[in-house]
């Protein structure tokens, strides 16, 4: 007799989830049921997507849908990103704060797994990272070592496996000079202190080889103030790129 695939699957799933469960990330609850794999459907409720419209240069939320973007607003008007645009998914609280501190602390890379299920709702970001070289915010080699990890290299297969028709890549150019204190206690003005200077181009990587109109996309799990992504974006732009855009899992807002 011939099961179904439909039940096959279901099976399959069941005895996974007996041997390795799955806890949600908000409340523990084992194997949770809904839409995401390490989230209740009670808890889902608190994962913001920024659906809406919003300000296509720093991803502040303006509206509904059905209003449109603008470039520029008045939180971002007197900053100089060096980056053209960015592009943010949720807002960092509730259970996409859950999600970047799962993947970034606690070794959680299946993670990315619920993270591209959010970026599925996004079809438009396959035209935004459309032959694009993406390029992870990459961590100082110590932190890179304690971690086993970046957060940002994932967050990028993820894109590039979520939208393959995108046909964008990755390639890690950058290479941070310096530690930087964690920029999650910080002011606005002492961040941009904070990462000045901290990046330069990877040498065993480096970027010579790039058309200098390759649109180069900068991955980070979570866009603050803006200051790293900038800072980086300037040292892209230094060297000659012309297009320079970010993109972030999640926005602090
Ligand atoms: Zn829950
Ligand atoms: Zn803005």
Do not use: W
Request: charged residues 30%; glycine residues 4%; hydrophobic residues 40%.
């Amino acid at each position: 007799m011939k099961l179904p695939f439909k039940i096959l699957k279901m099976l399959a799933e069941t005895a996974l989830d007996f041997v390795f469960p799955r806890y949600c990330l908000l409340c523990g609850k084992i194997n949770p049921k809904g839409e995401y794999e390490h989230l209740c459907p009670e808890c889902e409720v608190s994962l913001r997507i920024l659906k809406g419209a919003r300000c296509t240069l720093c991803s502040e939320p303006i509206g509904p849908e059905s209003m449109p973007n603008i470039h520029g607003c008045p939180k971002c008007i007197d900053r100089k990103f060096q980056f053209d645009k960015s592009f943010c998914l949720c807002a960092f609280d509730g259970a996409a704060r859950e999600m970047v501190h799962e993947l970034k602390y606690r070794t959680g890379a299946h993670i990315v797994r619920d993270m591209a299920k959010v970026a599925k709702k996004f079809p438009e970001l396959a035209d935004y990272i459309r032959n694009a070289v993406l390029v992870p915010i990459p961590l100082h080699a110590a932190k890179a070592l304690k971690r086993r990890y970046n957060q940002s290299d994932l967050i990028a297969s993820m894109l590039v496996k979520t939208f393959p028709e995108s046909n964008a890549k990755i390639r890690k150019i950058l290479r941070r000079t310096r530690k930087t204190a964690t920029q999650t206690t910080l002011d606005r003005e002492s961040r941009a202190d904070n990462v000045k200077d901290a990046f330069a181009l990877a040498k065993a990587k480096s970027a010579e080889t790039l058309p200098k109109n390759t649109n180069i996309v900068l991955v980070d799990d979570v866009m603050t103030s803006g200051a790293t992504l900038s800072e980086c974006a300037k040292i892209l732009k230094k060297s000659g790129f012309k297009s320079v855009s970010a993109f972030a899992f999640a926005r602090r807002l």
